[in-house]
């Protein structure tokens, strides 16, 4: 795993638009594999910046998210998809039918699933996969548990995350048990992963993801298999992680 350290969540947020903004501009037509959650926030300002500045279009771009919060609707200020609407879709040239995030309202998640993971297939892979990384050390919504899982599924939440979640509700009660997200098979079957943390409090998580066994119980560990991925990461995220 390649590491760009960075001092501080702005920086990592510039390294990670140019990355972004790099594979767009290498291939226009790129199919982005997109997270959300507040570690993206800062790179989908910058990726903004440089829409707005000419640098880049995402006219050609198709774009597939991690995951949905079961239960909420595209309306819903917490859903992921207004998530995305509000801090990137809307501001920038993408075509709003060239983006999937999966349909929290779904009556059939296990056959919205699968025919998510076939439009992925259909769209010829993931050509860069953004991710975040819990601080259970869970990417999208792959929780820790006993096994990895490869295909785009319904997932309960682990309490780790709903209390970590919380903070954008109204109170922990209103935070969804249940989201869909996407697979590890599609998140490793990306050509180039850029995976991105910020804070201390994910130093636990880096440092197990970085030099940890591969273990289920620390999904984000299964990158150490992908023979490209790139970790950008500020100074407090890095903390515990020896000699970076
Ligand atoms: P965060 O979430 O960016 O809001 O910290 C990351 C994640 O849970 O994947």
Do not use: C, W
């Not at 501080?8 to 959650?37: F, W």
């Not at 298999?225 to 790139?230: E, F, K, R, S």
Request: charge should be negative.
């Amino acid at each position: 795993m390649k590491i760009i350290k960075a001092k501080d969540y702005v920086e990592m947020s510039r390294k990670a638009a140019y990355y972004i903004a790099d594979q767009v501009l290498l291939k226009p037509n790129s199919v982005l594999g997109l997270a959300t959650g507040s570690t993206p926030l800062g790179t989908y300002q910058e990726l903004i910046q440089l829409y707005q500045n000419g640098e880049v279009s995402f006219n050609q771009v198709r774009s597939f998210n991690l995951d949905e919060y079961y239960s909420l609707g595209p309306d819903h200020p917490q859903s992921y998809r207004y998530f995305m609407d509000e801090n990137f879709f809307n501001h920038v040239d993408v075509q709003p039918e060239n983006t999937h995030v999966p349909d929290g309202l779904s009556p059939n998640p296990d056959a919205f699933s699968a025919d998510y993971d076939r439009q992925i297939t259909n769209a010829g892979g993931i050509d860069l996969q953004l991710l975040g990384i819990g601080s259970n050390g869970h990417i999208a919504f792959n929780e820790p548990g006993n096994v990895f899982i490869a295909q785009t599924r319904l997932v309960d939440l682990k309490e780790h995350t709903i209390e970590d979640n919380a903070r954008f509700f109204d109170s922990k009660d209103e935070v969804p048990r249940q989201a869909i997200t996407m697979g590890l098979k599609s998140i490793l079957g990306a050509k180039r992963i850029l995976i991105l943390a910020s804070g201390e409090n994910k130093a636990d998580a880096v440092k197990a993801m970085l030099e940890g066994p591969i273990d289920p119980n620390l999904p984000a560990s299964i990158l150490q298999l992908h023979p490209n991925v790139t970790l950008i990461a500020d100074e407090a995220a890095l903390s515990k992680a020896g000699n970076r």
